[in-house]
């Protein structure tokens, strides 16, 4: 099984600020023959149901602000918020989409500083 | 513009089980994958499984396979899943969650249910 491990568990940062979370998956979600990381992002506010950020590591969902921004390739992921703004707090899960097990990191509390 | 919107919470008792609804409103209800995904209180969301109506085709994780049922009806778009053998365990949010894209391929879950809340407790 395929463990995802995110970093930190929660950070707080100014309004305006950038936030960064790292992802790092057990073994590798890039499928060669496509070459497309098979990584997600999400956002969960309290009470909502996750909502889909990112996904193929760096493409962003319809609809998403470009302040949300993902890198990394293999087993090592990064979700970016460039400019943190207060509708920004949230839990965010990366996860893959690689195995049948579709397995979510634990998630990473982002709150104001 | 799809919508999923899913039956209410449920209060069960150890031993039991419990069926939880998914209607599916919008075009091609047959031709996605839809997932049910649930939610611990303070944990991850964890997948365990998903049904592809056009072809009847169920996938379930493996911790899950002996005691989950995923079925569809396509004359009324609504997806079920029936959960055995409850635990206090087993007390979480489960949300149904279609794929983002049609067909069997590897993919996100882009809609979701608003989730329902399940209580195991004696």
């Known amino acids: 099984d395929i463990v995802m491990t995110q970093s930190p568990d929660s950070l707080a940062v100014s309004v305006g600020e950038r936030a960064t979370i790292n992802c790092r998956s057990s073994?590798?979600?890039?499928?060669?023959?496509?070459?497309?990381?098979?990584l997600a992002w999400y956002q969960q506010k309290p009470g909502q149901p996750p909502k889909l950020l990112i996904y193929w590591a760096s493409s962003r969902e319809s609809g998403v602000p470009d302040r949300f921004s993902g890198s990394g390739s293999g087993t090592d992921f990064t979700l970016t918020i460039s400019s943190l703004q207060a509708e920004d707090v949230a839990v965010y899960y990366c996860?893959?989409?690689?195995?049948?097990?579709?397995?979510f990191g634990q998630g990473t509390k982002v709150e104001i500083k | 513009q799809v919508q999923l919107a899913q039956s209410g919470a449920e209060v069960k008792k150890p031993g039991s089980s419990v069926k939880v609804s998914c209607k599916a409103s919008?075009?091609?209800?047959?031709?996605?994958?839809v997932n049910w995904v649930r939610q611990a209180p303070g944990q991850g969301p964890e997948w365990m499984g998903g049904i592809l109506p056009l072809f009847g085709t169920v996938n379930y994780a493996p911790r899950f396979r002996d005691r989950v049922t995923i079925s569809a009806d396509e004359f009324t778009t609504t997806v079920f899943m029936e959960l055995s053998s409850l635990a206090s365990e087993d007390t979480a949010v489960y949300y149904c969650?279609?794929?983002?894209?049609?067909?069997?391929?590897?993919?996100?879950?882009?809609?979701w249910g608003q989730g329902t809340t399940v209580s195991v407790s004696s």
């Open positions: 073994q590798s979600v890039l499928y060669s023959s496509n070459k497309k990381n098979y």
């Open positions: 969650a279609r794929d983002r894209g049609q067909g069997t391929s590897a993919l996100p879950m882009d809609v």
């Open positions: 996860q893959e989409y690689y195995s049948p097990l579709r397995t």
């Open positions: 919008g075009e091609n209800f047959k031709t996605y994958t």
